[in-house]
Each structure stands twice: as C-alpha cells, then as structure tokens.
C-alpha cells in the first residue's frame, strides 16, 4: 500500500529524484531507477522513448519489461495510438492520462485499447511529452492493468513531479554520454561470430570488417579490396556482387554467390541500415554477410549464449529465431505461449544490448529476417 502522506514530504519521491541524478551521472543504470517509479506507483510498466514526430520513428527508448521491440511497433502505435495523438496537441511538460480524453465506453470500443489488452494486458496509464529538441520529442509513461481502476489524483501529481525529474535525467545522461572512441571496433562487425562481415559507408565505401572479414581479404579468396571498393575475387561473381551490393545501398536485402577456384561457393547477403538522422558518411549504410553454407545457425546461438549468458530458454528461442522465424512461429516451434516467447525475447534484448527483433538477428547473429 503507497503512502497516503503529504506528496513534497515523501521520503520515496526525494529518494527516486537522488537516484534520478545519479543516473544522469552515470552512477547508477536508469532503467533500474524507471523500475522504482513503475513499483512507487504501482504501475505494470514503463518506458522512456524518443520519437521523432516528422517520420513516427521511435528512435531510443529504455524499458525494463515493456516489448517495445517488436517489428512495427513505433508505426503501430503512432497510428491509432490516442494518447500519442492527445499528447502531441498539448506544449511538452503536459501530463495525459486516458480520464483526460476517452472513458471507459470508448476505451473498450477503441481498436489501440484492444490491442493493447491483446499484447500486454496494460490499459490505463499515466504519460507525458518531457521536452522537445527539434524534431525528437521524449516521452515518459507507466502503464497499468487492465484490472486497475485509472490513477487518482495522489498518482498524478506524483507522476507530474517525477516526471520533470525523469526529462532532467534523461537529458543530463544524453549530455555526458562517452562520445565513441574512433578507433573502437564497429558493434556492426562483431569479431565473435563465425562468418565475415563487412560495413559499407552509405556511398558503397569500405568501412570496417571483422576478424573473418579481415581473414578472407587476406586470403583473396572470395572477396579483395580494390581502391577502397569490396569487390569480387573472382571474375565469374563479379556481376551478381555489384547488382547485390547496388541493392543493398537502395534498401532492398539481396544475395548472391561468391565462387572460388578451389572452394565450395559461399553465400553473401547485403542488408541495409536504416541511419539515423544527422549521420555522417562515416556510419554504416549496408552490411555484408559471406558464410558457409554447410554451417549451422545453432552454432552461433550457442555462443551467443556462452558470451552474453542467455538462460536455457533464452538460448533455445534465439536457435529458433535465427532461421528466420516469426517470433509466433518461433513459440509454435518450442511449445510455448507467444507471451512467454516474448518474455524471452526481452531477456534477449537486455543481456545483448539489441532493442528489437531485426536488430537482434542483423547484429548479434548475423543473418536477415526476410
């Protein structure tokens, strides 16, 4: 039962908005002091995210159990999302909750609501636009259950105080973030997976490759560099590489063969990235994949989870995820709920630093979800 006391006296805000700037400092992880608010107010959920309100995009986001990751969920909500729409009416520092523009009758008539109910069993919530910088807007919300009635006043006002505190942190940690270092490997080409991964600049520029990348430059084999350009070894693959890789740089995931005098043909993909704005041309535009076609995906799961420590569970949808596999049919396959699947799927997401399904199989296994 939260307390019932004077909200400036409360021992528990004060305590959350020390915890809040500690976090902006860096001493403590965010996400744990969102689970704090979440908990005082006896919330189901939580997040912060940033959404870019010219393209719909959700751009960064931190949430300890909200699956914010799954495909289309930005340009899902975005579209039939009353709240979204309520609150980007209103100056930022405005505090929306569903009492403020839909009852209940509406609510359970409401396509957003019902799918809600369907994805998470929350309802009801208590959100707010923090702050603008140009285009990104930075949203704050808690969600509750469907079973809860709204929030009361208490709540609010609550909220309202903690939410300030919430824009504060997440701007002041923005500000004080490490810049990267120049030198420190590309997370797109990680050296722990077993094929060759190259990066390519948005103009089709070599970038970066990872140690079987490098490997196979070395042994001139498949791929060679040539004036700063990835290129076919050899002659026979030379067309279909370059129609890949044009793809690749107008959007469209596309493969070919790469053949070699004295091996078995190796199989590369190109996939693009979607960049954020404002990138240089130093970040990476597409990504490419050469791997042996005899080898096994369900090598890499395993040891995906020896270095990030995934549970048996975890390991097991990773394995299922990594051919392809919706995240529906990846729970059909391992005799689970599609709830549980997506549990574990956060739990994935957590421990491998990835924010979404696509992410997750592009950059930690490898391989596209066509």
């Known amino acids: 039962m939260r307390s019932k006391g004077p909200l400036v006296s409360s021992h528990e805000i004060t305590s959350i908005q020390r915890d809040l700037l500690e976090a902006a400092a860096g001493e403590l992880a965010l996400v744990d002091v969102l689970q704090t608010i979440i908990d005082h107010l006896g919330g189901g959920g939580g997040i912060i995210f940033e959404l870019n309100r010219k393209t719909g995009e959700i751009v960064d986001w931190i949430t300890p159990n909200l699956i914010i990751g799954d495909s289309g969920y930005d340009r899902h909500i975005n579209s039939i999302n009353p709240r979204m729409q309520y609150s980007l009416r209103h100056a930022p520092g405005h505090v929306a909750y569903e009492g403020r523009f839909i009852d209940d009758r509406g609510m359970d008539r409401h396509e957003f609501y019902e799918w809600l109910d369907r994805i998470s069993g929350f309802r009801y919530f208590l959100g ?4 603008d910088d140009g285009d990104i807007s ?5 969600e509750f259950d469907k ?9 609010i006002a609550k909220f309202e105080m903690l939410a300030r505190s919430v824009g504060h942190a997440w701007r002041l940690s923005k500000r004080h973030e490490p810049r990267p270092n120049k030198d420190a490997r590309s997370p797109w080409t990680p050296d722990h997976l077993p094929w060759a991964i190259f990066s390519l600049t948005p103009d089709g520029r070599f970038l970066q490759a990872n140690m079987a990348g ?4 070395d042994a001139q084999d498949f791929l060679i560099l040539k004036n700063g350009t990835l290129t ?12 890949m890789i044009s793809a690749g740089l107008a959007g469209v995931t596309s493969e070919t063969l790469l053949k070699s005098e004295d091996r078995v043909p190796s199989i590369a993909q190109a996939i693009p990235l979607s960049r954020p704005a404002g990138s240089g041309h130093e970040q990476p535009g597409v ?6 076609p005899m080898a096994t ?6 040891t995906i989870s020896r270095l990030f420590r995934l549970s048996r569970a975890e390991r097991n949808l990773v394995a299922a995820l990594s051919d392809g596999s919706s995240l529906t049919a990846a729970a059909d396959k391992l005799g689970v709920t599609r709830n549980t699947a997506r549990n574990q799927l956060q739990g994935v997401f957590d421990k491998t630093g990835t924010r979404s399904q696509r992410e997750l199989l592009v950059r930690i296994l490898g391989v596209a979800d066509n």
């Open 128 to 131: 707010s636009r923090l702050y």
């Open 138 to 142: 930075v949203f704050h919300s808690v």
């Open 147 to 155: 079973h809860r009635s709204h929030p009361g006043g208490e709540d």
């Open 214 to 217: 490098r490997k196979m430059l």
């Open 232 to 243: 076919a070894a050899d002659r026979r693959s030379l067309r279909g590489f370059a129609a």
């Open 287 to 292: 990504l490419v994949y050469v791997r042996d």
């Open 297 to 302: 995906r369900d090598t890499a799961a395993d």
